[in-house]
């Protein structure tokens, strides 16, 4: 079974032509990874938002996950999210994190997976 890209009606309604085009070239072009972050923004409340291209290559559902955005080796947001991703599916989405603690101007950072024993040192 071949990797396929999928759009949430969601993102489907609001995407911009450009934006499309840039994940649909993250999808074909860069190498594989469960998360590659490609936008990284704080909103009118003081959210964290952090939109990345989510790539699901097992054969079971990605549903749920504890995640963390960190920025040089430091964790600046966790969350735990539901979000469902079929198996051998690829899908943007928007993850927002309510307190984001040191975060700098930089957009740089990546999602890594926590575990419960993890999450609880941040």
Known sequence: MEQTL??????????????????????????????????????????????ALIQNETQTPWIRQMLAFVQDNKPIAKGHFHVHVLPKTSMAWTFIFPDPTGMTKSDSGHLQEMTVDTLDLL
């Not at 609001?14 to 704080?42: G, M, N, Q, W």
């Open 6 to 51: 999928y759009w949430h009606p969601a993102w489907e309604k609001t995407i911009s032509i450009e934006d499309r085009k840039h994940v649909e070239k993250l999808f074909t072009c860069t190498p594989r990874k469960p998360y590659t972050v490609f936008r990284v923004a704080i909103n009118h409340k003081g959210e964290l938002l952090v939109s």
